[in-house]
């Protein structure tokens, strides 16, 4: 009598170790990203998975390492359909993932949360209810300061080359989220403004909006902690698979101007500073916001990194400028930082 063979097959021990090689995770995967919230509303957002890249574990200058370690944060098969839940005190809110994978649980809560930093798990569960998948996060109920800071990230704090694709994709390959290089002075500069006119135990509040997917959000966050950049809430572009990496960053800038509008719209009391770049779309989209938004913007700067687009950037901060919002067109930091003091963001 021929007995069962419960070996895996050779095609499974192979594609088993394809995937720990490329450092890759086979199976449900929950991943939620920093929300924010204020008295009336709640949000947080996040992908579910069926393959993703696992965390990585060590940083090398190798490129090869580095280039594989970036192809693997677009190796993604998103689960679309699949219905999410977030625990909240005694309730349970839901939502259902879209095409992409992307989910968006909003609630509200009562009473309003304090001020800081709170921890959040989002959960997919069997048709009985069990777990089967879990992923962690965090709401960021901010302080009532005078201003918050929306910023770019691509060009605006990270060098990156955003207008030049071969150099953006070169830096992408042989880089890592550790050995890249924010500009001289920024760092000093964003902590300054999460410091300014308020006191270290309640900063304000960063957001940090950009056209970089959310495959890369991991990357970004590591890079902003290595770099001691304002802890704050990341809203980026839709998920892409591998065979899109090489338009990374591109695409879509109309996009970022609605995840703006939906910041300003959940603090109507706050004024606004936003930061960003000549590179691609900031200036006009900026400009776009000083319109809509009359009195809620306080200042608007621009960091001058692409001569091309000098002139046109210019006519479009002297719009800004006639509209009663202060700009700052800039190279360094430092002219940014005295600029920020001439307004009173920094004391």
């Known amino acids: ?37 204020h008295t009336e509303k709640m949000v947080i957002y996040g992908h579910v998975l069926r393959l993703g890249p696992k965390p990585p574990k060590r940083y090398r200058k190798s490129v090869v390492h580095n280039a ?52 959040v798990s989002i959960t997919v569960r069997t048709a009985e209810g069990t777990v089967r998948e879990e992923g962690l996060g965090s709401v960021y109920v901010p302080y009532p300061t005078q201003y918050g800071f929306i910023s770019d990230i691509d060009d605006t704090f990270l060098v990156s080359h955003s207008a030049h694709m071969g150099k953006r994709l070169k830096v992408l390959f042989t880089q890592n989220a550790r050995s890249r290089r924010p500009f ?45 950049l304002p802890r704050g809430v990341f809203l980026l572009n839709v998920l892409k698979l591998a065979s899109q990496i090489f338009k990374t960053g591109q ?53 001058d990194v692409h001569e091309p687009n000098r002139e046109p950037v210019k006519a479009v901060l002297q719009k800004i400028t006639d509209a009663g919002v202060p700009t700052c067109f800039f190279q360094h930091s430092t002219d940014a930082i005295e600029h920020s003091r001439r307004v009173g963001l920094v004391a």
């Open 1 to 37: 009598m021929q007995k069962n063979d419960h070996r895996p097959s050779f095609l499974s021990r192979l594609r088993k170790r394809l995937l720990y090689w490329f450092g890759l995770q086979a199976g449900l995967q929950v991943k939620v990203y920093h929300g924010y919230g």
């Open 68 to 119: 594989i370690a970036l192809l693997r944060l677009f190796v993604v098969k998103p689960v679309g359909g699949a219905m999410v839940h977030l625990q909240w005190e005694n309730q349970v809110h839901t939502a259902c993932t879209e095409k992409d994978g992307f989910f968006r649980v909003e609630w509200k809560d009562e009473p309003p949360l304090k001020p800081g930093w709170h921890d």
């Open 184 to 228: 001289e002075g920024v760092v000093q500069h964003y902590q300054l403004l999460a410091q300014g006119n308020t006191t270290p135990e309640a900063p304000n509040p960063f957001f940090y909006v950009s056209s970089s997917e959310w495959n890369l959000y991991d990357y970004i966050m590591e890079f902003t902690t290595v770099n001691g």
């Open 251 to 303: 695409n879509n800038h109309h996009t970022k101007f609605t995840r703006i509008v939906r910041i300003l719209e959940a603090y109507p009391q706050q004024r606004f500073v936003l930061l960003g770049d000549s590179s691609q779309q900031d200036p006009y989209i900026y400009e776009s916001l000083v319109r809509h938004f009359p009195e809620r913007i306080h200042a608007v700067y621009i960091r």
